[in-house]
Each structure stands twice: as C-alpha cells, then as structure tokens.
C-alpha cells in the first residue's frame, strides 16, 4: 500500500470511531433521560394551585384530580373560576393571560412563572406531571 492509502484509511477509521461515540453517547443519554425524566401519576390527587398577580394578591385553588398534566388540572380548576390562556405552539401551551391579567414578555418583559412545592417547574404546563400533594403557584413576573 501507499502512503496516501494508510493515511485515507486511518481518517477513515478515526472517523467512523468518532461516528460511532457519538452514536453511543446520544443512546446514552436517551435512557438517562428516559430512566429520570418525571413521570405522570395515574389516580385522584389533591394539589393547590396558587395565583399571584400583578399586584402580589394571591388566589388559592385547591383540586382534587385525575389529572396527569398541570394543563390538565388547570382545566378543570376552571370550575373554580381559574381562567388560564394562551398560545399553542409546538412546545405546548405558551402562557400569557391568567385571571385575565395579560404578562407580554415582548411589550414590558413581563411572564408568568410557573413554581412547584417553590420552585421553578422543569417542565411547560403541558408535560409538568401532577402528583398527590404537589403545590403549584403561577407569579406575575414583571421585568427587572
């Protein structure tokens, strides 16, 4: 063989080597991901869903669901007169008026955040799983 040959085929084979650790470390990750992300619980819960305004006022609705979701149990918690909208997009519902108090992040920097048992939730409302006990809060967020 020729010198170019050897050298063709060892970038070939650092690169396929290189390939192929990627492969392995993107697998890896998904089941870690898999193996740890939160999970849904089937069966009744009662949580709390806490507002807090724009002028720090506080509204609590306390829920006994099936639910599985946080948008679910916002949903049903409009029995209680929660009112919760927004925009659908492809991360799920984004967001922007609750109890008809409207948070425009793009207008004033404005957001609601949405807090479980006190802190930020991981997940967008549409995938926050919902266990027994959880205490949910959404805080009018102004810009700082």
Known sequence: MTETTNKNNKK???IALGVGA???L?????????????????????ITIEVIDDTAASTVYELNTDAEFLRQALEEAEAQGLTVTGTESEYGLMVDTVNGIRADYTLDGAYWSFNLNGTYCSNGIDSQPVTDGDAFSIVYTPAE
């Open 26 to 46: 993107v697998a890896v990750f998904g089941l870690v991901y898999a193996k740890f992300s939160a999970k849904p619980v089937a069966g009744e819960k009662a």
């Open 12 to 14: 070939t084979l650092k």
């Open 22 to 24: 990627l492969v392995l």
